[in-house]
């Protein structure tokens, strides 16, 4: 079956150390993207790749890098500069950029 | 000030009732989404518009580019539909997403 995957459903941090959160599709779309969620607030991009081997920062990318190294992979690093990590992590994907968007089921991340 | 409002924030409703979410947004557009989050966070495309109407089952989705704004509509509804409705509109290729409208339909 096609779709897109994250893991770990969920993760535990202490403060200061860096972690990489996964996202991986079989869809073979060329756009993935990177979006925050906290409550009662909206979807905020944080990172998104038109293509393999490019990406562009969104909203609010400081804290965060992210690679994309092969279509299917599109891997984000929350970095110990990222003031406030604890949040909702959902990985996208689209055909091309702009498009129809299929999400990944989340990683909620807990940094004490 | 946010770029795509929703109305209402939150919506309960008896299984049965015809049920109105509203999204307006400020921005030129090239097409709205209406997206669906469960409880459990995972998020589902339900209708990508960029004019007219369309419908799909109980749904129906409606956009008008002039007043900029679009409207999803549940017919007969369920205590399944129970969810976040999210609105995102599409400019220049950046996505921008309502806070959501939660609805709640009881039995």
């Known amino acids: 079956d096609g779709g897109i995957t994250q893991s770990p459903k969920y993760l535990f941090r202490k403060e200061g150390q860096n972690v990489t959160l996964s996202c991986e599709q079989n869809?073979?779309?060329?756009?993935m993207y990177w979006y925050r969620q906290d409550p009662g607030q909206g979807l905020r991009l944080i990172y998104y790749?038109?293509?393999?081997?490019?990406?562009q920062k969104g909203d609010i990318a400081e804290g965060y890098s992210v690679s994309r190294e092969k279509k299917e992979s599109f891997p984000l690093t929350v970095t110990s500069a990222q003031k406030n990590p604890t949040a909702f992590y959902l990985c996208?994907?689209?055909?091309?950029?702009?498009?129809?968007?299929?999400f990944g089921p989340g990683t909620r991340l807990t940094v004490t | 000030k946010n770029e795509v409002e929703q109305s209402p924030q939150n919506l309960t409703a008896q299984e049965g009732e015809f049920i109105t979410i509203n999204c307006s947004y400020s921005?030129?557009?090239?097409?709205l989404h209406w997206l669906q989050q469960h409880p459990g966070g995972g998020i589902v495309s339900l209708f990508m518009?960029?004019?007219g109407k369309k419908k799909h089952g109980r749904l129906i989705a409606t956009i008008n580019i002039q007043e900029k704004h679009s409207s999803l509509h549940i017919t007969a509804s369920h205590p399944r539909d129970s969810a976040v409705y999210i609105c995102?509109?599409?400019?220049?290729?950046?996505?921008?997403f309502g806070t959501g409208t939660s609805l709640t339909v009881i039995p």
């Open positions: 996208a994907s689209s055909i091309d950029l702009g498009g129809e968007q299929y």
């Open positions: 869809l073979n779309h060329d756009a």
């Open positions: 790749s038109q293509i393999v081997n490019d990406f």
């Open positions: 921005v030129g557009i090239s097409a």
């Open positions: 518009l960029s004019s």
């Open positions: 995102a509109v599409v400019t220049r290729n950046q996505f921008y």
